[in-house]
C-alpha cells in the first residue's frame, strides 16, 4: 500500500482547487481500498435508527465493506453493534437483514450469543472449554437523538463533537420516538464520491428532477455550502424557527464533515410531495408548533448519510461503497409511531418525490460513471455559483485522506 500511498498522496498535493479529481479517484480498485481503509473503516458512520431496533431482542444487520455489522438492543436498552462473524469457524451468526430474537444463534454449529455479545453457549466443545474470551467482537457504537453511529476503528475518534453538534437541531424531530414507514435501497453504478458529488449540489435539479423542484428550491443559498446567512429570506426562516425553540442556522463543523441548516422550501409548500402538502395527517414531532412552516432540516455527515427532516415526516439516505464503480444506496422515510398506515399517510404519496428523485440520480451517476472511464476523462471547472457544495465535498475528501496516508509515507521515508 506504501507506493500507491505516496502516488496518492502526491496526487492529492498536486491537485487543482476548484476542479473535479482526476479519474484514478473513481475507477482505481487500489484508491477503493483505500477509501474503505483510511476513511470508512476509521471513521464515525450513520447506519441505522434506533426506531429500527424497537424493543430488547431487536437486531439489524449491514455490510461495511469487508465488515458484516450486527446491532442489536438488548435488555438494559442499550443498542450496540458487533462484527457479525462467529468466534467458532466465522460464519455470519445473523443472515437476515433484521428480526427479533431472545439470542443470536450461529445456523453453522449454533454457538448461541447473548444480545449484549457474550457467548451463551457453545454445543459439544467439551469440559474445559472457556466460553468467557469468545463473545462477538464488539464495534464502537453511538445513538444521537434517534441516530445509531458506529465506528471500525480500533480507536474512535471523539464522538462528543458529533453529539454536541446534531442534539441541539435533531432532538426536537423526536426521531428515537418515530417508525420507519418505507425504505428503499438501490444499487448506484458509480463510485461513492460520485453519488456524493450528485447530492451536494443542485446545479442538475432544474433539468432532472421535475417531482422535487414543485417543493425544493434549488437557490444555491440553500443548497450550497455558502452565502445562507446573507439570503434574507433565509435568514426571516432561521428566525421564526429559532423563535420556536429550533435550532436553525447553518453549520459546518469546523472539519467539514458535518452540516446542519433549517431551509425553507418553495413556499407554500411544507413537505416533498406532488401538491407540497403534508403526506401525513399525523405531525412527526408532538414538540414543534403544527402551524410553523418549519421547511426542511438539512444534515450531512460525510462519508454516509444526508436527510431532511419536515414537520410531517423525515427522510434519511445512507451511502455504503460495494466496489469502485458500485454504491448503494438506502433510502428511509419516517414517521410519527402512531401515525397508521391508509388513514394518516399514502405510502404512494409519501414516497413518489424522491422515489423518482433516486432514480434519476441513478441514471445521472451512471451516465457520470461511463463518461469518466473513458481514459480521455480529464477534471473540469467547478461552478462558483451552484457547485461549491461538490467543491466542499471535495475538500473534505482529500484532506481527510491526506492527513490519514500522511503518517504511511512519512514512516516508509524514515
Ligand atoms: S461457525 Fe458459528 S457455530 Fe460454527
Ligand atoms: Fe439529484
Redesign the pocket.
Known amino acids: 500500500m506504501t507506493m500507491i500511498s505516496d502516488r496518492l498522496l502526491r496526487s492529492l498535493r498536486e491537485r487543482v482547487p476548484g476542479m473535479g479529481l482526476t479519474r484514478e479517484f473513481y475507477t482505481d480498485a487500489d484508491i477503493f481500498a483505500l477509501d474503505l481503509e483510511r476513511i470508512f473503516y476509521r471513521d464515525w458512520l450513520f447506519v441505522a435508527h434506533s426506531a429500527e431496533l424497537p424493543e430488547a431482542g431487536s437486531y439489524l444487520t449491514l455490510q461495511i465493506g469487508a465488515y458484516p455489522i450486527v446491532l442489536t438492543r438488548a435488555a438494559d436498552g442499550l443498542i450496540r453493534g458487533f462484527i457479525n462473524s462467529?468466534r467458532?469457524?466465522?460464519?455470519r451468526?445473523c443472515p437476515d437483514a433484521a428480526g427479533t430474537a431472545a439470542r443470536l444463534v450461529?445456523p453453522?454449529?449454533?454457538?448461541t450469543y447473548r444480545l449484549d455479545g457474550r457467548l451463551f453457549a457453545a454445543p459439544q466443545m467439551g469440559s474445559e472449554f472457556d466460553r468467557s474470551r469468545l463473545g462477538l467482537k464488539p464495534v464502537h457504537c453511538e445513538a444521537v437523538a434517534g441516530y445509531v453511529f458506529v465506528c471500525l476503528a480500533e480507536e474512535a475518534p471523539d464522538f462528543g463533537p458529533v453529539r454536541g453538534h446534531l442534539e441541539p437541531y435533531l432532538l426536537p424531530h423526536r426521531l428515537s420516538e418515530a417508525r420507519v414507514a418505507f425504505h428503499s435501497t438501490i444499487i448506484e453504478e458509480g463510485n461513492w464520491k460520485l453519488v456524493w458529488e450528485n447530492n451536494r449540489e443542485c446545479y442538475h435539479c432544474a433539468g432532472n428532477h421535475p417531482e422535487l423542484a414543485r417543493t425544493y428550491p434549488d437557490t444555491p443559498t440553500i443548497t450550497s455550502v455558502t452565502g445562507a446567512a446573507d439570503d434574507p429570506r433565509i435568514a426571516e426562516h432561521w428566525r421564526r424557527c429559532e423563535s420556536a425553540a429550533l435550532a436553525s442556522e447553518f453549520k459546518l463543523s469546523a472539519d467539514g464533515q458535518m452540516r446542519t441548516a433549517r431551509m425553507p422550501l418553495l413556499e407554500p409548500a411544507v413537505s416533498y410531495t406532488m401538491t407540497g402538502r403534508p403526506a401525513v395527517k399525523r405531525a412527526l414531532s408532538d414538540s414543534i408548533p403544527r402551524d410553523l412552516n418549519i421547511g426542511a432540516l438539512l444534515l450531512f455527515h460525510y462519508p454516509t448519510t444526508w436527510n431532511h427532516f419536515l414537520g410531517d415526516h423525515a427522510i434519511s439516505f445512507r451511502v455504503l461503497p460495494l466496489g469502485p464503480t458500485r454504491t448503494e444506496l438506502t433510502t428511509k422515510w419516517l414517521v410519527h409511531r402512531d401515525a397508521v398506515e391508509g388513514v394518516d399517510y399514502d405510502v404512494d404519496e409519501l414516497t413518489r418525490v424522491w422515489i423518482a428523485t433516486n432514480e434519476q440520480d441513478r441514471r445521472i451517476v451512471r451516465e457520470n460513471q461511463i463518461g469518466m472511464n473513458c481514459p480521455t476523462y480529464e477534471p473540469g471547472p467547478l461552478s462558483n455559483v451552484t457547485e461549491d457544495g461538490v467543491r466542499q465535498f471535495i475538500d473534505w475528501y482529500c484532506s481527510r485522506l491526506e492527513q490519514r496516508l500522511s503518517p504511511d509515507v512519512l514512516r516508509e521515508a524514515s
Open positions: 462467529c467458532h469457524r466465522g460464519a451468526v450461529c453453522y454449529h449454533q454457538w
